[in-house]
């Protein structure tokens, strides 16, 4: 699959949530019927063959709820993504901060681009922790 | 895990999944099959994890999927091999053989 089938298919399963885990339960379905099958011809009774075919399968929701998950999961790697948010927000919290210890500090928008150059700040340290 | 079979060590079912659709491809189902058989019978995977391995599988774009007949004129969804696929399952077959080496030298040390 390549990267923009991938992009296109996290949009689509973001889209389309619910006809994505029509999907997934289609599919997992499929699997017990096709179990339920395999046991009958082994001898069970349709009863018997249902209640292993489910047994042997697990707990049906929280897979289809995982499998759901994977599929509205993000198509590329978020590493790189975040480390260049957090160098662009510590570039910015540089520059404000550069600019407010040039500013006079008695007046209210010396006061205003110091509190800003803060704000931005935290931002980077919590992307930062974030990354960690 | 059926009883007197064999477990399935951690990250070997992405591997077993990639080899079975190396044969060609199949629905979810007949892949547990797949494996089972090509392990004679050793090897049973969990039902129920085989799916969010194949999906897993899928969205790292190692195999592709399409709805499609199936061998009882049931819609299924089908999985592939992708090329991307073949050469992860060269990688993890590389892997594989060495850990396996190692840990028989390791066993068999004196």
Request: aromatic share 8%; hydrophobic share 45%; charged share 20%.
């Amino acid at each position: 699959m390549s990267r923009v089938k991938a992009t296109v298919n996290f949009i689509h399963a973001w889209q389309h949530a619910d006809e994505i885990a029509d999907e997934v339960d289609a599919e997992l379905c499929f699997h017990l019927q096709m179990r339920t099958s395999a046991n009958i011809a082994e001898g069970m009774t349709p009863d018997e063959a249902q209640l292993a075919a489910w047994q042997s399968f697990g707990d049906f929701d929280r897979i289809k709820l995982s499998c759901c998950e994977i599929r509205r999961g993000l198509p590329f790697n978020m590493k790189p993504l975040r480390m260049g948010l957090y160098i662009a927000i510590a570039c910015l919290a540089g520059g404000f901060a550069l600019v407010a210890v040039n500013l006079p500090h008695h007046n209210l928008f010396g006061v205003l681009w110091q509190l800003a150059a803060i704000a931005v700040l935290m931002c980077s340290f919590l992307v930062g922790r974030r990354k960690q | 895990m059926t009883k007197g079979k064999a477990g399935l060590l951690q990250g070997t079912l992405d591997m077993l999944i990639l080899k079975a659709l190396a044969l060609g491809p199949l629905h979810g189902y007949g892949i547990g099959q797949r494996i089972a058989q090509i392990s004679g019978d050793e090897l049973r995977v969990e039902e129920g994890s085989l799916y969010p391995g194949l999906y897993r599988l899928e969205h790292r774009g190692w195999i592709d999927s399409e709805w499609d007949v199936s061998e009882n004129n049931q819609r299924a969804k089908f999985y592939k091999l992708t090329r991307s696929g073949r050469k992860q399952l060269i990688i993890e077959e590389k892997n594989w053989e060495r850990l396996a080496g190692a840990t028989m030298k390791a066993l068999r040390a004196s």
